[in-house]
């Protein structure tokens, strides 16, 4: 496999609390990897060491074939930027444009101070994510998913060679989810940029995920294609598996009552 990060016996704790104890994990180029896993497990924890914003206890990252964990801080800021983000909170500044959130990474990460260069750039990206024209609008003044959208669009504007997502359809409606998911899927197929995605959405994620990695007791306890993964035999796999289906059958019966 041709991996653009491979993560090696990443080893994370704070104080007695053993969060990542020995996970490897490879994300192939071009392509969606998602980690799916209970919740504490671990998986921003593994997000953040991956993008260099913490360090871990032991093991390493290897990004295009250079380990970031060893890095001093100047060579860690150039590794990163290879990276583009969403948070799991991800907030846009509220006291900022749309306009001007989506310019911030481009002047800050980017050097970049040609004004009509960076609002060429901006106005690209919203027509980009179907939200044209919004440049002048506040954070205040979107719905939750457009404010997601407009966060896609800010990590867009670098042209990272890999995206994360941590938990980018947590609070929306399973239309919106699925148009973020499809928003994904976009960036993969047409800018060709990998992506990693965390998610509690199951269904979201055997849909778009090219290979999947289970996170639990702080390592990988399973990955591959989607079908290896749903085949896959790990007890507390299986039991996550059903209880992620026995809720979507949950909400099935609710759609049927109404
Ligand atoms: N900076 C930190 N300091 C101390 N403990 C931390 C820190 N960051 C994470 N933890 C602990 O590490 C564990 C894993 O946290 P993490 O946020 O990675 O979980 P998660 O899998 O992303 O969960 P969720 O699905 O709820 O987002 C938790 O027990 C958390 O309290
Ligand atoms: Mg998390």
């Given at each position: 496999?041709?991996?653009?990060?491979?993560?090696?016996?990443?080893?994370?704790?704070?104080?007695?609390?053993?969060?990542?104890?020995?996970?490897?994990?490879?994300?192939?180029?071009?392509?969606?990897?998602?980690?799916?896993?209970?919740?504490?497990?671990?998986?921003?924890?593994?997000?953040?060491?991956?993008?260099?914003?913490?360090?871990?206890?032991?093991?390493?990252?290897?990004?295009?074939?250079?380990d970031i964990a060893g890095l001093p801080e100047g060579e860690?800021?150039?590794?990163?930027?290879?990276?583009?983000?969403?948070?799991?909170?991800?907030?846009?500044?509220?006291?900022?444009?749309?306009?001007?959130?989506?310019?911030?990474?481009?002047?800050?990460?980017?050097?970049?101070?040609?004004?009509?260069?960076?609002?060429?750039?901006?106005?690209?990206?919203?027509?980009?994510?179907?939200?044209?024209?919004?440049?002048?609008?506040?954070?205040?003044?979107?719905?939750?998913?457009?404010?997601?959208?407009?966060?896609?669009?800010?990590?867009?504007?670098?042209?990272?060679?890999?995206?994360?997502?941590?938990?980018?359809?947590?609070?929306?409606?399973?239309?919106?989810?699925?148009?973020?998911?499809?928003?994904?899927?976009?960036?993969?197929?047409?800018?060709?940029?990998?992506?990693?995605?965390?998610?509690?959405?199951?269904?979201?994620?055997?849909?778009?995920?090219?290979?999947?990695?289970?996170?639990?007791?702080?390592?990988?306890?399973?990955?591959?294609?989607?079908?290896?993964?749903?085949?896959?035999?790990?007890?507390?796999?299986?039991?996550?598996?059903?209880?992620?289906?026995?809720?979507?059958?949950?909400?099935?019966?609710?759609?049927?009552?109404?």
């Amino acid at each position: 496999m041709d991996a653009i990060v491979s993560v090696r016996n990443l080893t994370k704790s704070f104080g007695p609390v053993r969060v990542l104890q020995g996970l490897d994990m490879d994300f192939p180029r071009g392509k969606i990897t998602s980690i799916i896993g209970q919740s504490g497990t671990g998986k921003s924890v593994l997000f953040k060491n991956i993008i260099g914003i913490m360090t871990p206890d032991e093991g390493s990252i290897l990004v295009d074939g250079e380990d970031i964990a060893g890095l001093p801080e100047g060579e860690k800021r150039r590794v990163r930027r290879k990276f583009g983000y969403a948070f799991q909170d991800a907030a846009l500044f509220d006291s900022m444009t749309v306009g001007e959130n989506i310019a911030f990474p481009l002047r800050e990460v980017l050097g970049m101070k040609d004004r009509k260069a960076m609002q060429r750039i901006v106005r690209e990206k919203l027509e980009w994510i179907d939200l044209p024209g919004i440049e002048g609008k506040f954070p205040s003044e979107l719905s939750g998913g457009m404010r997601k959208r407009v966060g896609v669009a800010r990590t867009l504007a670098v042209e990272p060679d890999i995206l994360l997502f941590d938990e980018p359809t947590t609070g929306l409606d399973p239309v919106l989810s699925e148009s973020i998911n499809a928003l994904i899927r976009r960036v993969n197929e047409e800018f060709g940029i990998t992506c990693i995605v965390i998610s509690h959405d199951i269904i979201g994620t055997f849909h778009i995920a090219h290979r999947i990695g289970f996170l639990a007791d702080g390592a990988i306890q399973a990955a591959g294609d989607p079908g290896e993964v749903a085949r896959a035999e790990h007890p507390i796999l299986r039991k996550f598996l059903q209880n992620s289906f026995t809720d979507l059958r949950l909400d099935c019966e609710d759609e049927e009552e109404e």
